[in-house]
């Protein structure tokens, strides 16, 4: 698509949060964007055309424009990053690994929730929150979500009946759910709760 033809199509853009995606002419999506205002983010790609021989090749192999708009730019930004998954278009290099975002996962589906760092959103009915770029924000509220709450971590099948508290328990990152004289099921599932 020539330049001025991008330009003509900017100004019926919303002005809206997003991802855009373009393609070539084989309609091979080639570059996969999100935008907390579709029309300004479309805007600079054309501002930018002649400074940088990498962006000049991607405009100069567009021939397709596309928009989804999203009600916020967290939603775009997850969008993005499963359509870039989804799609590997050639221009997308940093987020075609899984290791780029992370996700928190309450483990809601198990009789004794875990708090755990998680590469991608299942459909298993689990809690998700994110998604953490960097990976280390999501394992730092993680390890905040140990401290403040106690909700274990742990891959210990839970019966109550364990002799005595593990070593997270001491520490004070985890109130102890595998004991049930230190902490109740009740107790425990009022922490999860209150995560």
Known sequence: MPIGNLKHQINRLPKQPGVYLYANRAGDTIYIGKARTLRDRVRSYTTAYGTNPRMDALLQEISELEVIVTD?????????????????????????????????????????????????????????AGPFLPTRLARKTMSLTHRLFGIRSCNEVITGRRGRPCLEYDIKRCIAP??????????????VEDT
């Open 72 to 128: 916020s730019v967290v939603e775009a930004l997850a969008l993005e990053n499963h359509l870039i998954k989804q799609r590997s278009p050639k221009y997308n290099v940093l987020l075609r690994d899984d290791k780029n975002y992370s996700y928190l996962q309450l483990t809601t589906n198990e009789s004794c929730p875990r708090v755990l760092v998680a590469r991608r959103v299942e459909r298993d009915g689990a809690f998700y």
């Open 178 to 191: 595998c004991v049930s004289e230190v902490c109740s099921p009740e107790r425990y599932a009022q922490a």
